[in-house]
T-cell receptor
C-alpha cells in the first residue's frame, strides 16, 4: 500500500490565486512528521514546510500553509498568492516513528504550473 | 552557512564503469541519507548513515552499491559496474541529531543537496 498518495499529477493555477495540493498518508504509528518539498526545473529539492503529528496548529511558512486533518490522514499544501516562480514539482513526504532519525517516504509528486 | 554539498553535479559513465558520488552534510549534521529519483518519479530511500556506521541500508540494492560515511570527509555512494538502469538523480540529505521524545521543529527535517545526475551510456 502507498504510504503517501498525491492524486493530482498536474495542476494549473492563475497567478495571484491560491492553490491546494493534495496529500494523504497511511501510517499506524502515532508519531510521525509530514513534509513538503519543492523541486523546480533546476532539480534541487527545497524544504518548504513541516507538520508534526502532535502539533495542535496547522503549520505556516510565509505563503505556504499546511491543512492538516489528522482524522482524514491528509496534509494538503496551500500556496497563497501564486507566483510564476512557484511552477515546479511538489512532493509530500512522511517520516514515521519516534525512535530516531528515520528515512522519508515520498509521494509521486504534483506538477504545478502557474499561468500569467 | 553552507548547505548540503554534492559533487559532481553531473556524471557520465559507460556501462561497466564505477560511479562515485560525494556528499558533505550541513555543518553540525551527523546523519546522512541517500535517495534515488528516477525520471518522473518521487525520491526513493536507499541508505541512512551516521559517522562510520550504516544505520539502515534496506533501500539499497545488495549488489554493486555501497555507501560509507567516514570519520573524516564526505559520505560516498559507490556504484560498481554501472548499468543503464542506474541512470537517475541521486540526492543526499542531512539532518541533526534527533532528540528522543521531543518534537523540536527542525530537528527531524532533512535538508537536501542539489543532487548528482548520473547518466550511463
Amino acid at each position: 500500500a502507498q504510504k503517501i498518495t498525491q492524486t493530482q499529477p498536474g495542476m494549473f493555477v492563475q497567478e495571484k490565486e491560491a492553490v491546494t495540493l493534495d496529500c494523504t498518508y497511511d501510517t499506524s504509528d502515532p508519531s510521525y512528521g509530514l513534509f513538503w518539498y519543492k523541486q523546480p526545473s533546476s532539480g534541487e529539492m527545497i524544504f518548504l514546510i513541516y507538520q508534526g503529528s502532535y502539533d495542535q496548529q496547522n503549520a505556516t511558512e510565509g505563503r505556504y500553509s499546511l491543512n492538516f486533518q489528522k482524522a482524514r490522514k491528509s496534509a494538503n499544501l496551500v500556496i497563497s498568492a501564486s507566483q510564476l516562480g512557484d511552477s515546479a514539482m511538489y512532493f509530500c513526504a512522511m517520516r514515521e516513528g519516534n525512535s530516531g532519525n528515520t528515512p522519508l517516504v515520498f509521494g509521486k509528486g504534483t506538477r504545478l504550473s502557474v499561468i500569467a | 552557512n553552507a548547505g548540503v554539498m554534492q559533487n559532481p553535479r553531473h556524471l557520465v559513465r559507460r556501462r561497466g564503469q564505477e560511479a562515485r558520488l560525494r556528499c558533505s552534510p550541513m555543518k553540525g549534521h551527523s546523519h546522512v541519507y541517500w535517495y534515488r529519483q528516477l525520471p518522473e518519479e518521487g525520491l526513493k530511500f536507499m541508505v541512512y548513515l551516521q559517522k562510520e556506521n550504516i544505520i539502515d541500508e534496506s533501500g539499497m540494492p545488495k549488489e554493486r552499491f555501497s555507501a560509507e560515511f567516514p570519520k573524516e570527509g564526505p559520505s560516498i555512494l559507490r556504484i560498481q559496474q554501472v548499468v543503464r538502469g542506474d541512470s537517475a538523480a541521486y540526492f543526499c540529505a542531512s539532518s541533526p541529531q534527533f532528540q528522543r521524545g521531543k518534537f523540536i521543529r527542525g530537528t527531524d527535517t532533512q535538508y537536501f543537496g542539489p543532487g548528482t545526475r548520473l547518466t550511463v551510456l
